[in-house]
């Protein structure tokens, strides 16, 4: 079974600074898909970003960019020039299905934006 | 709608209970999944919808856990008998179709917390 890993329960960030969240996963499989989900207080939980596992190319999101290295297994997010609406938890989460019905996820980094 | 609504935001029952929580889909989304999420951890994959095929319930933890899309678009999830362990968030998500080439985009909707005395 896929399972993902989120090592960090809380980050904490300077407002207008960087701040990287990692993300480990483990499969057996070469075809997959990886997403950075964000969930404010509000609970609704939005997309960041998506990566698909053929594409060697970070993906990136205006202020949201990745670090994939696929052979070590790792998805990290970093987010540039913090703003305070980025707090939030964050999560990560692989799917190999297109149908998303298999999407599995991590369990969550709290991130706090400090003004 | 604009986005993908759930009914009630909260909900309280005492052991035992029957609950019956809806999920408001966007218009013309095929796809809908409903998750469980427990305090402090991530979303759980319940069951999945395409139009109103449930193609994989898979992740139903028992069978007091039931869902229904009769019409392809509002979904409901019914929990009987409901235990303190069924306590938790349950988001509904949904989108446009099953991707062709890559996953397409879930949008997700508020969820509705469970809270089982």
């Known amino acids: 079974a896929q399972t993902v890993t989120q090592s960090q329960p809380e980050m904490s960030v300077q407002e207008a600074e960087t701040v990287t969240l990692s993300c480990t996963y483990d499969t057996s499989e070469s075809d997959y898909y990886l997403f950075w989900y964000k969930q404010p207080p509000s609970r609704q939980m939005i997309l960041v970003i998506r990566q698909e596992a053929y594409k060697q190319q970070n993906a990136t999101e205006n202020r949201f960019s990745v670090n994939f290295q696929k052979a070590a297994k790792s998805f990290s997010l970093k987010i540039s020039d913090s703003q305070l609406g980025d707090a939030a938890m964050y999560f990560c989460a692989y799917t190999l299905s297109y149908n998303n019905n298999d999407m599995r996820f991590g369990a969550g980094t709290r991130l706090t934006v400090k003004p | 709608g604009a986005g993908v609504s759930q009914s009630p935001r909260y909900k309280v029952a005492k052991r035992g209970q029957d609950v019956a929580l809806r999920c408001d889909p966007i218009?013309?989304?095929?796809?809908l999944f409903w998750y469980q999420q427990a305090l402090g951890q991530g979303p759980e994959f319940l069951t999945y919808f395409q139009n109103e095929a449930q193609l994989d319930k898979s992740g139903l933890p028992s069978d007091r856990f039931f869902a229904e899309r009769p019409e392809g678009s509002v979904s409901t999830l019914k929990i009987q008998r409901t235990q303190q362990e069924d306590s938790a968030v349950y988001l509904c998500?949904?989108?446009?179709?099953?991707?062709?080439?890559?996953?397409?985009?879930?949008?997700f909707g508020p969820g509705t917390r469970l809270t089982v005395l």
């Open positions: 218009s013309g989304h095929v796809s």
């Open positions: 998500a949904s989108s446009l179709r099953p991707g062709q080439k890559v996953p397409n985009e879930q949008f």
